[in-house]
């Protein structure tokens, strides 16, 4: 078995040294640095070449939405995982946007958060329904008239099943839920989730949910 490859980021050598106590011990990571700001990160992945980078958001120098940004734009970017004190504010969503594949609040218990690094390195999204649910809730009282229309015009691209595939993503649902409700098998929707990806030119599903709220595709499925 291949050891995930994991980056750890974060400007407070004891929450660094903690992090890498607990996710080293896990036999199936292995960690291949440590930096204590976002303005480390390219050159260390660079050289390292991580699966998985856990970055925290607030840091003094260049912060951690900067780095996330950077590094998703990059063409075999790792997954990034955000470490942060609050369960949703603007900085998380703007990380979510930016491609993190979701986000971990510091005081998650360790085993917790040794799992969130084994899902985002096997291309799953680390935020539960409940989360989703929350993060969709905090970005209504921010997305704007530009952010909704801009939005709207990626959505008119997608087909009516895709639509609804993204719908449901957005509402926070597994693909196995989404398979019963729409009366579809498994693979189905993981290949609409795949074509959606590709149409959108998005990174993952938790960006798909954020596209489908700020197009206002969920109200309208609760207005129909």
């Known amino acids: 078995m291949t050891a995930i490859r994991l980056l750890i980021v974060d400007d407070d050598p004891l929450v660094r040294a903690g992090l890498s106590l607990m996710l080293g011990g896990a036999d199936d ?20 070449r991580p699966d998985v980078v856990l970055m925290d958001i607030r840091m003094p120098a260049v912060d951690g939405l900067t780095a996330t940004e950077s590094l998703r734009r990059r063409e075999d970017a790792p997954q990034v995982v955000v470490l942060t004190t609050f369960h949703a504010d603007d900085q998380v969503l703007r990380a979510l946007r930016a491609g993190a594949a979701g986000f971990v609040l510091k005081d998650t218990p360790p085993a917790e958060i040794v799992a969130a690094v084994r899902r985002v390195a096997a291309g799953d999204p680390v935020l539960s329904p409940a989360v989703t ?7 209504a ?12 015009a990626r959505a008119a691209g997608l087909g009516d099943r895709e639509r609804e595939v993204a719908v449901a993503v957005g509402r926070g649902l597994a693909n196995a839920e989404i398979a019963s409700e729409l009366y579809m098998s498994v693979a189905t929707v993981k290949a609409h989730v795949s074509r959606i990806l590709a149409k959108l030119d998005l990174n993952n599903r938790v960006q ?3 596209l489908a709220h700020d197009a206002g595709l969920l109200e309208e499925t609760d207005r129909s």
């Open 141 to 152: 009282g921010t997305a704007g008239d530009t952010r909704r229309t801009r939005a709207r």
């Open 133 to 139: 649910r929350q993060l969709m809730a905090h970005a």
């Open 29 to 48: 990571i292995e960690i291949v640095g440590e930096a204590a700001d976002g303005g480390e990160v390219g050159a260390l992945v660079d050289r390292t």
């Open 208 to 210: 798909i949910a954020l």
